[in-house]
Structures are given as structure tokens and as C-alpha cells.
């Protein structure tokens, strides 16, 4: 399983040509996106006036992942980190790569700002397509 990070579905509901070309190359395997990326999902469609319904819809191939305790902590150790770093960044970006660091999984993103976290596999259709 990958985990998902909204700025990647973002691209692929935008029809993005490096999000549909990862989803391609990729089809075989699972993907899911925490609570907190559907919420980020759902009010950049409200923002421009679109049914917030639609993006489940439109990503049916998309598991949703619970934020669980687990999560809160691995987040908690990742704003830890980067702050002895001198680093920030935005607090959903550090619940999602939380959530990705705690399954040991890949964390699917269009942004580069998690590139700073540690112990953390990011995959960047961006940067790959």
C-alpha cells in the first residue's frame, strides 16, 4: 500500500498528465488517503463552488484510512524533528507523512516540503513524469 497526500489527488482530479501517468504505471497497487487528505480534498472543492461529494466519486480507487493514535504519534516525533532542524512545515503535511511513516509506507506527493522528514519514502510523480 501507498499513502496518498491530497496535493497528488489534487493533480490527478485536475487531470494532471504526471498524476494520471503515475496512476497508470501503478494500477496494480493499493492506495489510500487519510481522513485529513479528504478533508483538505473536500475544501479546495467547496473554495471553487464544487460538490465535495464528487471527489469521493471521482476516487473510487482510493482507500480511507482512519487517523488512528499511532498516526498522532508519528506525526508528534516528525514535528519534533524538524522543529530541532529549524524546519516547518504546514501541520496537515506533517499528519499525513505521520501517517505514512507509521505503516512504513511510500507517501505519494506533488510537494517537496516532506522531503526534509526523515525515514520517510516519498515517491514525487512530479519529479518522475
Avoid at 24 to 31: G, I, Q, V
Avoid at 76 to 81: K, Q
Wanted: with cysteine; proline share 5%; aromatic share 8%.
Amino acid at each position: 500500500m501507498k499513502v496518498l497526500d491530497s496535493s497528488f489527488c489534487a493533480d490527478f482530479l485536475r487531470g494532471r498528465d504526471h498524476a494520471k501517468q503515475y496512476r497508470l504505471a501503478h494500477r496494480n497497487e493499493s492506495f489510500a488517503l487519510s481522513e485529513i487528505g479528504f478533508y483538505e480534498l473536500y475544501h479546495g472543492a467547496v473554495k471553487v463552488g464544487r460538490d465535495p461529494v464528487a471527489v469521493d466519486r471521482d476516487l473510487p480507487w482510493v482507500d480511507r484510512l482512519d487517523y488512528t493514535p499511532a498516526h498522532s504519534r508519528e506525526s508528534a516525533r516528525i514535528r519534533a524533528e524538524l522543529a530541532e532542524q529549524g524546519q516547518r512545515i504546514q501541520h496537515p503535511d506533517m499528519m499525513i507523512a505521520g501517517v505514512a511513516r507509521s505503516l512504513d509506507a511510500p507517501l505519494v506527493t506533488s510537494d517537496t516540503d516532506v522531503d526534509c522528514i526523515d525515514d520517510l519514502t516519498v515517491e514525487n510523480p512530479h519529479k518522475m513524469y
